[in-house]
Each structure stands twice: as C-alpha cells, then as structure tokens.
C-alpha cells in the first residue's frame, strides 16, 4: 500500500494557480501541505476575461457568494457571445447560453425552424433564444427555477477582471493555509531513478520539495515542457491565428455609445480582415483585442485596426501577445500535472481558457494520486484531456472553416483541410440537419446549431421523421418567440441589475 500525497508544489500564479490552489485547499483539508510558488518578475498574460456557464460551479463549489464575487471581480453578465461579420460582412448571429425554446414534440425544435425557414415563414434563429430576446435588449436577470417559464430556458457566465479574481481566490486559498512563496524558479532537479520531480530550486537559495507537483507556469511549460521534455502538438495548420494585442478602454458612454448600449450582457467577436477583435464590457472598463494570423497582417496594422474600433478612449498601449494554438502531448506526465497555459493554448474565441484550468482541476480530483502514481489513473486523465481539447477544437475551427469572406485568411480557412471528426458533423447537420455528439463534450448541440446556422450551413433536407408528425411548428415558433420578447421587456437592464445587486463601491479620493 503507497502512502498518501502530502506536499503539493503549484509551480505559477495567476489564474491557473491560484484556481487550482483555492480549489486544493477546499477540497484536501487535512494532511497535506499546499505550497504556491510564484514571481512578481513574470508576468501573467491576463486577458481571460470572458467566461461560459461552467463557471458557475467551480465558484459555487468554493463556497462563494455570486454578489461578492461580481463586486470583488468588477464583474458583470453574459448570456452568450455575438458574432458579427462571420459567415460574410454585414451578417451577425448570437451563440446562445441555454437553449432555443423548450422541446414540444419528438422532433427537435430546430427542424421545425427549418422548415418554416425552408418556406420563408420563420424569423432568425436568434429570435427563438431567450438569451438573445434579454441580450439584445440589454437586459438580464438569473433565470427562473420554474420549468414552465419561458425564462428559464437561458443560462449565463460572467465577465470579471483575471488579475481580480487571482487576487480574490489567493486570500481565499491563504485562509485555508496554502503556503505563498515569492520567488523565480532557477532549477528544477529531477530523482535519478524516476525521472520524477523532486525538488524546485529558486534563484534565492530555497528548496522546495514535493510529491505533485502542478504547472502552472504558462506558455514556459517550466515543469511539464523544460524539466521533463513533453512534446506539443502544434494546431495552427487548423487555427491559424497566432497573436494578439490587448487593451482596455473606457466604458463611460459617449456620443458614439448610447447609455447602456456599452454595457452588454454578452460579449462581442467581430471578424477583421487578419482574424478577430474581442470585446468584453466591465464595471470599470471594456476589455477589446484583436486576435490575428501574423501570416496575414503586420503588428501594426493589427493595432490600427484594434486602436479604430474601441467604444471609448483607450486607457493603455496594446500588449502583444504570442502564442501557438495547441495542446502538450501529455497532460500528466510522472508526478507533474500541466494545467493552464502551460497544457496548451486555445484561442479566446469561446472562453475556454479559464474553463480548461476548471476541467484540468476538476479531473486532477477525480483521480487525485497516491504516493505511487499509479500509471492506470495518469492514462485516464489524459485520455480524458486529449479527448476534451480536440472536440474544443473542432469547434473553434468550425467557425473558421464555414465562412464566405474575401480575404486571404478566410479564403485559407474555408478551403484548409479539416479533422475527419468535424467533417463527419459538418455533413450530417448539411444533409439533415442532425447534430452528432460523440463522447463528453463541453459545446453541446445548441452551441453546434448556433454556429451552423449561424455560419450558412443551412441543412438541405429535413429530418425525415418530421413528415411523419402531425404538429404545427410554425404556430408554436410565432407563440415562442412572441413569448420571449414579452418576458425580456420586463427584466431589468443590465445595468440597473448590476447596479443594484452587486455594484462596486466607489472608491473614497
């Protein structure tokens, strides 16, 4: 019998280490000591802002109270994200959190779209989600716990500032005893006879020792990639976008943005001629950047493009980052878990980055080690990973590849090479509108039929079983989506939400 875990070194602060940290320290309350290393002279790339429902639980799961964490965070909602200029310019379409409608027949609601789209009797889809009905308006609420309500078929995540929330899980995960170190790696020494992590070794003499030891040190990969030699696999033949500048602006309104207008409970992904720009509204500020394929755009017209399109004054200069869209080749490797950056990259188009430091500590409980390491659980933690990282990228991919603009990036990415997986979905939403899901996947079929549709790949036939049903589909599509914009009217704005819940105090001068 192996003995028991009893020191665990996080290698990194930031988001990852300190989620993970906090998340340790909930969960392992006796009989293990938690050590956070980290160094003010690395900085953290912290442009994380934009969240998915998931979320939710990892904060619930800590014990946190939602209108404290909004306040601590300068927070704010999100009921999905806006895509604008996608498919071809002048088109947007809205990724939904929750669903279209409720189920009222053994036919998906979807198919009942298409056929009165098919007849030009139906609305956008965007009109038969309750998100988008309270988004566009700029209005929002929790959803309602009455199955009957049309208000309960939407959810929602957050916005919130990543340095704020770093700070807020780091008092949280220090009361519950996690050991923070200040301090640079200089040295990682590794057991002779194992190749295991033994001991990190700083640049001001300290040792640290351990039995886990987590990577938590970014794009450096200082544990999982330096010290021991995992490999990365390398996406960006698929997800070509390869930089991005980031900068905050100012969210007061202007005579460009109407009161309200710039506080959306939703975040913005409009597509540029070189990639995309992100924008994500704040209590304090709106977070923006333009994500980009330096094979197809200079550093500097990227930041003329970025700098051009901001609601508000810019409150910095744009910070470059660079990085290369993928995954390590292994996750867990010996006694050292990589989780964050450090893992891999994907890019920000669907908030994934801070979900994949939630998935990677929510599998690290689930198959928490022993002393021994067992090979059998590191097998399935990165199986379950690999699994995990690859659907994600199918999906991302599938907003590049169905797309009808002109310029070379997009002509690229409409004509590449796709996965045998995302091809096989591609098809079958294309010729029936069916929506294949394989294994445990984080983007579920409204997410897929968002996009889809979203992106003109309209099916060519129906659900062959719907000429089989006898139900009025576009009769009930006209009461739902009346239905919804009665309910969205009635919420309050965003703004008055926020205001009135959970704003931040002002700050004394």
């Excluded at 929002?140 to 500032?161: G, I």
């Excluded at 980055?353 to 097998?379: M, R």
Aim: net charge neutral; with cysteine.
């Amino acid at each position: 019998m192996t003995s028991p875990v009893k020191k665990i070194v996080i290698v990194g602060g930031g988001s990852a280490g300190w989620m993970t940290a906090a998340a340790l320290s909930n969960a392992l309350q006796t009989n293990c000591q938690i050590t956070l290393i980290e160094s003010e002279d690395i900085g953290t790339v912290g442009v994380g802002e934009a969240t998915i429902p998931p979320i939710k639980l990892f904060n619930e799961t800590l014990g946190l109270d939602e209108s404290e964490f909004i306040r601590r965070t300068q927070g704010s909602f999100k009921l999905g994200i806006q895509f604008v200029d996608w498919a071809e310019k002048g088109r947007s379409y809205f990724h939904p959190f929750g669903s279209y409608g409720r189920p009222f027949d053994l036919v998906h609601v979807h198919h009942y779209w298409q056929q009165a789209n098919a007849r030009g009797e139906a609305r956008a889809l965007d009109e038969y989600s309750m998100a988008w009905a309270a988004a566009s308006r700029g209005r929002f609420a929790p959803p309602s716990p009455d199955p009957r309500n049309v208000l309960s078929t939407y959810d929602y995540a957050y916005h919130f500032d990543a340095g704020l929330y770093a700070a807020y899980l780091r008092e949280y995960a220090q009361k519950r005893g996690v050991i923070h170190v200040e301090g640079k790696v200089s040295h990682v020494a590794l057991n002779p006879e194992t190749g295991f992590v033994g001991a990190v070794h700083l640049s001001n003499g300290q040792v640290f020792d351990g039995d886990l030891f987590i990577d938590c040190s970014g794009f450096r990969a200082l544990l999982i990639g330096e010290a021991l030699k995992v490999g990365y696999e390398d996406w960006t033949h698929w997800l070509p976008c390869d930089r991005a500048l980031a900068v905050p602006c100012d969210n007061a309104p202007s005579s460009r943005v109407a009161l309200g207008q710039n506080f959306t409970p939703y975040t913005r992904a409009t597509a540029r001629a070189g990639g995309w720009q992100w924008r994500i509204p704040l209590q304090h500020r709106t977070g923006n950047g333009y994500v980009y394929s330096s094979a197809h755009i200079t550093d500097d017209d990227a930041a003329d493009t970025l700098m051009n399109n901001l609601d508000g004054a810019a409150l910095a200069e744009p910070r470059l980052l660079r990085f290369k869209t993928g995954r390590r080749k292994t996750f867990w490797e010996k006694n050292v878990v990589a989780i964050g950056l450090s893992s891999g990259f994907m890019e920000p188009l669907e908030s994934t980055s801070l979900h994949l430091i939630q998935a990677g500590i929510a599998k690290l409980l689930a198959f928490f080690p022993d002393g021994g390491f067992d090979p059998l659980v590191t097998a399935e933690y990165n199986r379950i990973a690999v699994n995990e990282c690859e659907r994600i990228r199918d999906f991302l991919i599938l907003h590049y590849h169905l797309n009808r603009r002109d310029e070379a990036l997009w002509r690229d990415c409409a004509a590449m090479q796709i996965p045998d997986s995302l091809h096989t979905k591609i098809e079958h939403f294309r010729r029936f509108g069916r929506l294949i899901q394989r294994d445990a996947e984080l983007f579920g079929p409204t997410s897929w039929l968002a996009v889809h549709v979203g992106q003109l790949n309209i099916p060519q036939n129906p659900d062959p079983l719907i000429h089989h049903r006898r139900v009025d589909g576009g009769d009930w599509l006209g009461k739902l989506s009346a239905a919804m914009s009665a309910a969205a009217v009635r919420l309050p704005s965003h703004r008055d939400y926020v205001d009135t819940r959970v704003r931040v105090a002002p700050v004394a001068v």
